[in-house]
């Protein structure tokens, strides 16, 4: 085993670790743990040892590496801290939260990605919970029309059964699925008919993991029928086959498409690292003297390339072919080509 990989190993176990220990903290020693919820949680474990072993790996990348490294030195510098704040609010909810980098491409891609990733939130911020044992209901003593909340083992206030609260609360799922399921259909539209997306689109990458959502919102849908106007009938087979389709997703949620979820906030601190190159020296063409980007971002793509293992050194006016502004490139690449050029005699 490598270092990288033993580096990653180490925090995916410390990470795993320590959701299994707040897992028995927070249910109270399990207190309120469900035992038939077991396979639930040793899929998430799981997930959680894959995901943070992949995420260690992506970050001892040497690209990966340099963009975290200064994203967070740019972010945590002390004289902009405050405006840092809150650009990364704003930033958050604008580009991450609402989707905005998507919209941007295309509306209906932007709407499907927004409900599929707010439908699988309320779901995830509902589910985990009460798997883990950290929030679970009582009826209040002498009060059977009435249910107390409990997180991590401290009330957490009450409601009546019959309250529009209570409604929203037991139904969130159901919410949840629907959200879901309206994006997976606008998903399921494009990669039908654009044919620039049905053209490079890969079943392991792109199908699988909307068939995999909708799979887990309508099996959780048919739970909800079963018990509610079917008076429970074959509510025990829909249950196991909803915690297959979960636990099968959870499985496979560090392999596949669904990673990118929590690559995505890294994208944050990549804002700050532009930013800062914005304010700084500017690097300027050795060409044409022209300035074309900034010069920490020159010289890290330079270093970058070299821990690479790529060396683009030039002799013609520059050190290096970083330092040619993109125009350059252009006009040197198509000399280049005009110097091979041998006229027929």
């Known amino acids: 085993m490598n270092r990288d990989a033993m580096h990653a190993s180490f925090w995916a176990v410390v990470f795993t670790l320590g959701l299994a220990a707040l897992i028995v903290l927070g249910s109270r020693n399990l207190a309120h743990f469900d035992a038939a919820l077991v396979g639930y949680t040793f899929a998430t474990l799981f997930a959680t040892f894959g995901i943070t072993y992949r995420y260690a790996m992506w970050l001892r990348r040497p690209p990966t590496r340099m963009y975290w490294r200064r994203g967070w030195r740019a972010f945590l510098s002390p004289a902009r801290i405050p405006g840092n704040l809150w650009r990364f609010v704003t930033r958050a909810v604008v580009e991450v939260g609402a989707n905005r980098f998507i919209f941007r491409r295309d509306k209906l891609r932007g709407l499907a990605h927004f409900l599929l990733m707010w ?18 209901f009582e009826t209040v003593p002498g009060q059977l029309d009435t249910y107390r909340v409990f997180l991590f ?143 920490q971002l020159v010289k890290d793509l330079i270093t970058v390339e070299r821990e690479l293992g790529f060396r683009y050194e030039m002799n013609a006016g520059a050190s290096h072919y970083q330092e040619i502004c993109p125009a350059c490139r252009r006009a040197l690449f198509g000399l280049a080509q005009g110097a091979l050029w041998v006229e027929p005699s």
């Open 119 to 136: 439908g699988c939130l309320v779901g995830a911020a509902i589910t985990f919970p009460l798997v883990w044992g950290w929030i679970h």
């Open 153 to 295: 083992g401290f009330g957490a206030g009450q409601f009546p059964v019959d309250s529009v609260p209570a409604f929203l609360a037991f139904h969130g799922l159901v919410w949840a699925s629907f959200l879901v399921l309206a994006g997976v259909m606008l998903a399921f539209r494009r990669r039908m008919r654009d044919r620039g997306a049905e053209a490079v689109q890969q079943f392991g990458e792109d199908i699988l993991p909307l068939v995999l959502l909708a799979a887990i919102s309508i099996t959780g849908l048919m739970l909800t029928v079963s018990y509610t106007w079917l008076r429970g009938y074959a509510y025990d087979f829909l249950a196991i086959l909803h915690a297959v389709t979960v636990i099968v997703t959870l499985l496979w949620l560090p392999f596949g498409k669904f990673f990118h979820i929590f690559q995505r906030p890294a994208q944050l601190g990549v804002g700050f690292y532009k930013d800062e190159g914005a304010r700084g020296e500017q690097a300027r063409c050795k060409r044409c003297d022209r300035p074309y980007a900034s010069a």
